[in-house]
T-cell receptor, first 114, second 115 residues
């Protein structure tokens, strides 16, 4: 049972354009959502997060949008840069024991072309 | 140390052998997590340690998998009688506060290949 889904395994965009990565979830108990970025041969690194009490959080070029009614979140990168090329994981956490345990999606590989 | 350290970085083992994967968390981090990433898959939760509490083992895929954390610091993930489906990148993460998931710091992982 995949509780967090990233249905697009890959995305290719031109440098300077917007990258939009999507994520869907099924568990309404999730109340905190995160995006991680992973380069080859490295561990994932935290990028941006959003609490369920918000619908938008912005940090520089990165903005995360949350639509609770649709159980959908998205990550926007504007403008995209070649260094943004990586695998992006969506993750969720919730009131399931408050352990901080994250449930991850399958990841989306972003390629930003110069 | 400055980050989460995992060893070995790569491990090739024969089917049926046992393997041990090691994780050194960031000093002072009380929460430690093991995940794995199989080819084409997301990050799958395996086990979680928090201080002296009983670990959350709910993600371990079979009884061939076990983990321990000694002295609240170093953790070892052991896979007995390895199978080809165990091939994956095993990632360890630590966190200062288990209630704050954005505090995760991941290691670079151990790539396990079972032949």
């Amino acid at each position: 049972d995949q509780q967090v889904k990233q249905n697009s395994p890959s995305l290719s965009v031109q440098e300077g354009r917007i990258s939009i990565l999507n994520c869907d979830y099924t568990n309404s108990m999730f109340d905190y959502f995160l995006w991680y970025k992973k380069y080859p041969a490295e561990g994932p690194t935290f990028l941006i997060s959003i609490s369920s009490i918000k619908d938008k959080n912005e940090d520089g070029r990165f903005t995360v949008f949350l639509n609770k009614s649709a159980k959908h979140l998205s990550l926007h990168i504007v403008p995209s840069q070649p260094g943004d090329s990586a695998v992006y994981f969506c993750a969720a956490s919730g009131k399931m024991g408050n352990t901080g345990k994250l449930i991850f999606g399958q990841g989306t590989t972003l390629q930003v072309k110069p | 140390g400055a980050g989460v350290s995992q060893s070995p970085s790569n491990k090739v083992t024969e089917k049926g052998k046992d393997v041990e994967l090691r994780c050194d968390p960031i000093s002072g981090h009380t929460a430690l997590y093991w995940y794995r990433q199989s080819l084409g898959q997301g990050l799958e939760f395996l086990i979680y340690f928090q201080g002296n509490s009983a670990p959350d083992k709910s993600g371990l895929p079979s009884d061939r998998f076990s983990a321990e954390r000694t002295g609240g610091s170093v953790s070892t993930l052991t896979i007995q009688r390895t199978q080809q489906e165990d091939s994956a990148v095993y990632l360890c993460a630590s966190s200062l506060d288990a209630g704050k998931p954005y505090g995760y710091t991941f290691g670079s992982g151990t790539r396990l290949t079972v032949v």
